[in-house]
């Protein structure tokens, strides 16, 4: 079955500082994959997608992501974080008509 | 403006009183399905819908069932709930095509259960 997993509970960072979320996939074949991002009492946002081509994917809000093949990985990354990136990310991947998920990393930045 | 609409957005009830979540988008989306979000876990999907009378089980459908029966609309119902089902729920719509293969999901703003 194909899966995500995210390496950290939590990432706080400065405000104006680069961000990076982690997430390694374990996919067979051609993977495809999401990030998400959940603000406090809200529903999930798509914030960008790998299909294929391009391995630096970039989304909503100034985030981008890229696609490293060798390593199994699909880090997000915003140049210079601002306080109001402070949520929940998902990195997760089709499999079988369901998005599977990774445990989620809160992300905090401070002024 | 293009939305999936839970109701209600929190629930307390007891043990073993049915309950109904229900779901309604208005994007003509064929695909729908339900999640259950858990600390630690992240999101699980319970059911999903690939069109209007066909439902099939996602990771975790013990003691949910859902019906689908016109496109827009997809309740996800406890007939009787536990408390191990306090949870937060959401439900997700995408658009047509190979469900979500290579389409973003658009997400329901949650309804937050607890069973006691």
């Known amino acids: 079955a194909q899966s995500v997993a995210q390496p950290e509970d939590q990432v706080n960072v400065a405000e104006g500082n680069p961000l990076t979320v982690k997430c390694t996939y374990s996919v067979s074949g051609n993977p495809y994959l999401f990030w998400y991002v959940q603000y406090p009492n809200r529903g999930l946002q798509f914030l960008l997608k790998?299909?294929?081509?391009?391995?630096l994917v970039k989304g909503s809000y100034g985030f981008e992501a890229e696609f490293n093949k060798s390593q199994t990985s699909f880090h997000l990354k915003k140049p210079s974080a601002l306080v109001s990136d402070s949520a929940l990310y998902f990195c997760?991947?089709?499999?079988?008509?369901?998005?599977?998920f990774g445990a989620g990393t809160t992300v905090t930045v401070r002024a | 403006e293009a939305q999936v609409t839970q109701n209600p957005r929190y629930l307390i009830t007891v043990t073993g009183k049915k309950l109904t979540v229900t779901c309604s988008q208005n994007?003509?989306?064929?695909?729908m399905s339900w999640y259950r979000q858990d600390p630690g876990l992240g999101l699980r999907q319970i059911y999903y819908?690939?069109?209007?009378?066909?439902?099939d089980k996602g990771d975790v459908p013990e003691g949910y069932k859902v019906s689908r029966k016109e496109k827009r609309n997809f309740p996800l119902i406890l007939e009787s709930p536990s408390p191990n089902q306090t949870s937060l729920y959401f439900c997700?719509?995408?658009?047509?095509?190979?469900?979500?293969?290579?389409?973003?999901?658009?997400f329901g703003q949650g309804t937050r259960l607890t069973v006691v």
């Open positions: 997700a719509s995408s658009p047509p095509g190979r469900g979500l293969y290579d389409t973003e999901a658009f």
């Open positions: 819908s690939m069109n209007v009378e066909v439902t």
């Open positions: 994007m003509n989306h064929e695909y």
């Open positions: 790998y299909i294929t081509g391009d391995n």
């Open positions: 997760a991947t089709d499999n079988d008509y369901k998005l599977s």
